[in-house]
């Protein structure tokens, strides 16, 4: 299998790459993705197939059918990172909340937050082709506090690759924070700025074009890369548990198999979102996929108007952080698929020149048939939280949004898979305001909601507040490229 660039060809790069360079050098030509050439055929033999099957069971073979080159051995490896999840017979497991709403808990992994399904694995063999190759790799993360968490945990002590993350320094929840300055290994480096997070993302950017520092990086040996969701290495593990969750629905047989289902995604990047997509393409019986935002609703102006225009908005910080973004950069593969590399390539460089574009009638059509979208504010959010919790359900802010987009947007009486994205310990404040108890920090919430609402705290967040901090760095912009050199 190739890979081919959502905005066509320069003439420099190749016209198509094997999926480890594609992970490798993950930007393809004039600032495009890198996206399949074709999708796996999900039909209902291999659906059958795979009834009984674990989640790694399924996730290699659904690997093998896209025929990308990595040996089995290496998949098979990284495929064991999901055996030290909560429960490793099934490390997504899927819960009942109402008649016709089954949530599926992407959060058991070691950060807490549904990063680790695609990161995980995806760590291990970025690290393996990098030493296979004799090469060195530097990976840069911005977060706002759950990519952060994700990236350090799967690439601390792998050879050949260095992580550098840096975070808004005061904008991350108190978990994300101590989850990320006491990671101790000599390959990660943990940075915080000051600023909000799009000063921090700024920075980056700024490192990351500037000539001095590449050669610098050049002098060294060293290669960029990237791990957040522009990556297809992490995208085609998003796939599987779409895959997994449908068959956990006929399994406890509330569907029949080839009986279609809704799926609700909270979304920010896109990235989980695409990866539902990619498996309703490829067959899976998906009705449609919802997309819930929060009031950074940029989603839901471009599927339900066609207009994507970030020329009037002020990103505004909410509970729901990880969905806190304007530019999505994940719905640029949706558009390739629908309207071809000409077309993205144009609506991509209107977005870069005068933050907007406009889809026609007919691209617009061509969108609704696959996503519907919606959005909550934190209110709606805290209302959603009190609501479950007193059916005995505790879920994150971000798994939050996604009741709304269940109620309102469903036009068929079809039963629905919300993921939830996040455990609640990670955003505990929220949540302890939501049951009505405000408090001061994450300690007290962790404890409190503990006490108050019969769910337990796992031992890798109660540890976090004993474990010594190894990062205590915090600089202002212009210090960052002296601390990164040092760590170099
Ligand atoms: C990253 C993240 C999201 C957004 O996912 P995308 O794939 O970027 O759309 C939603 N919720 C949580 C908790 C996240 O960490």
């Not at 799967?154 to 050949?160: C, E, G, L, M, R």
């Not at 997070?197 to 050049?218: I, N, P, R, V, Y």
């Not at 990866?275 to 393409?281: L, Q, R, V, W």
């Not at 609506?347 to 009638?361: F, I, T, V």
Request: hydrophobic share 40%.
């Amino acid at each position: 299998m190739q890979f081919i660039e959502t905005r066509g060809n320069d003439g420099k790069k190749p016209s198509s790459v094997p999926f480890s360079e594609a992970i490798l050098s993950p930007s393809a030509s004039f600032g495009g993705l890198y996206v399949p050439e074709k999708l796996p055929d999900l039909d209902k033999d291999f659906l059958n197939k795979h009834l009984s099957s674990h989640y790694k069971t399924l996730a290699l073979d659904f690997l093998q059918s896209f025929d990308i080159d990595i040996e089995t051995e290496v998949l098979e490896e990284a495929l064991k990172r999901y055996d030290a999840f909560d429960d490793p017979s099934n490390p997504v497991p899927l819960v009942q909340i109402e008649e016709d709403c089954f949530v599926s808990e992407l959060y058991h992994g070691p950060t807490r937050a549904f990063k680790d399904m695609a990161l995980q694995p995806f760590g291990y063999i970025l690290s393996n082709l990098a030493q296979k190759r004799g090469e060195n790799y530097l990976i840069m993360a911005a977060t706002s506090g759950d990519t952060g968490p994700a990236t350090l945990e799967t690439f601390k002590d792998q050879a050949n690759i260095k992580v550098a993350c840096l975070y808004p320094d005061g904008g991350t929840s108190d978990v994300q924070k101590l989850q990320m300055v006491t990671e101790d290994a000599d390959n990660l480096k943990v940075i915080g700025v000051k600023g909000n997070f799009d000063d921090t993302q700024h920075t980056l950017k700024e490192l990351l074009a500037s000539e001095d520092f590449k050669a610098e990086l050049k002098e060294r040996n060293i290669h960029l890369t990237a791990a957040n969701s522009v990556n297809f290495g992490r995208i085609i593990f998003q796939i599987i548990y779409h895959i997994h969750s449908y068959l956990e629905m006929v399994r406890s047989e509330k569907i029949a198999m080839g009986d279609k289902i809704y799926l609700v995604v909270p979304s920010g990047n896109f990235g989980n979102a695409l990866g539902g997509y990619y498996a309703k393409k490829a067959g899976l019986p998906i009705e449609k996929i919802l997309i819930a935002s929060n009031i950074n609703n940029i989603l839901t102006d471009w599927i339900t108007t066609g207009t994507y225009d970030i020329t009037e908005r002020e990103l505004i910080l909410t509970e729901s952080p990880a969905m806190d973004i304007l530019k999505s950069s994940n719905i640029e593969r949706v558009m390739f698929d629908k309207f071809g590399g000409e077309r993205t390539k144009e609506l991509m460089e209107a977005l870069n020149s005068d933050g907007k574009y406009q889809l026609s009638a007919d691209e617009l059509a061509s969108l609704q048939e696959d996503f519907v979208a919606t959005f909550s504010n934190d209110e709606e959010g805290e209302d959603v939280i009190a609501k479950y919790a007193k059916k005995d359900y505790i879920m994150d802010p971000h798994t939050a949004t996604c009741m709304k987009a269940y109620e309102t947007l469903r036009e068929e009486k079809l039963p629905a898979v919300i993921y939830s994205t996040a455990e609640w310990t990670k955003f505990s404040s929220t949540v302890s305001k939501s049951l009505g108890h405000a408090v001061n920090d994450d300690i007290e919430a962790l404890k409190w909601v503990n006490e108050h609402a019969n769910v337990s705290v796992p031992p890798m967040i109660t540890g976090l507040f004993d474990k010594p901090v190894k990062h205590t760095v915090v600089v202002d912009k212009k210090s960052i490229k002296g601390e990164m050199l040092n760590f170099l």
